[in-house]
């Protein structure tokens, strides 16, 4: 069974620019997690998707939104981009919304010049 | 804020011996989540253990969880030069709508 893919891998943007990125969640799974792992903050939440809705938001300016698509797959919009959003972002998939395991992709990995 | 704070940030051990992490956090939970990572890729799911459960074992992992202390523990027996990476819990609960909250992560380094 696949796990959950993400593209591109890695991602070089200049100040003010926007990026897309993307997951392909495991099959059968509904919900897609975004995560920021910058150096020196640790791993952030940033959105929760279930079903095609937004369902939580972490502590980020509005500039970071997404979507998730008919096929559970998601996007991961950042506009305007600052130094400071250079991270690696991970999506994670999980079979439903009531506690169980979230497995995650293997990331992309973005610079901000 | 990371709920989860884990014990020793970093820990070096020879290949064969045991490694232990601990994990604390504040709120309650509904579940707590390992995970590995090596080298700045994707996590690796290890265990879930629910709020209602004491221990949990995978082959060479052995999970524990103390809700009344708000704390978990990870053991690695027999460890691998493999098992070097980072490992980190992450909490989950009845109010966080799907947010893993992350601990600041132990670095393990078994040497061969």
């Known amino acids: 069974e696949a796990g959950v893919t993400q593209s591109p891998t890695h991602l070089i943007k200049t100040r003010g620019q926007q990026v897309t990125l993307r997951c392909s969640p495991i099959?059968?799974?509904?919900?897609v997690y975004w995560y920021q792992q910058a150096l020196g903050l640790g791993l952030q939440f940033l959105l929760w998707?279930?079903?095609?809705?937004?369902?939580n938001r972490g502590n980020f300016p509005p500039r970071f939104s997404g979507r998730q698509f008919p096929n559970y797959s998601s996007e991961l919009n950042v506009n305007a981009l600052e130094l400071e959003d250079s991270a690696l972002y991970l999506c994670a998939s999980s079979l439903d919304r009531v506690g169980n395991e979230q497995f995650f992709g293997p990331g992309t990995r973005l610079t901000v010049l | 804020s990371q709920q989860g704070e884990e014990d020793p940030q970093a820990l070096s051990i020879q290949e064969g011996e045991n490694a232990t992490m601990n994990c604390s956090y504040k709120?309650?939970?509904?579940?707590l989540q390992w995970y590995r990572q090596n080298s700045g890729r994707g996590l690796v799911h290890l265990i879930l253990i629910r709020s209602n459960e004491r221990e949990k074992h995978s082959g060479r992992l052995r999970v524990t969880l103390d809700t009344s202390k708000k704390s978990s523990s990870l053991l690695i027996t027999a460890s691998r030069a493999a098992d070097t990476a980072s490992y980190f819990c992450a909490t989950g609960s009845g109010t966080s709508y799907g947010k893993l909250t992350f601990g600041q992560g132990t670095i393990l380094t078994v040497h061969p």
């Open positions: 709120t309650s939970i509904n579940n």
């Open positions: 998707y279930d079903e095609g809705e937004e369902r």
């Open positions: 099959s059968g799974h509904t919900s």
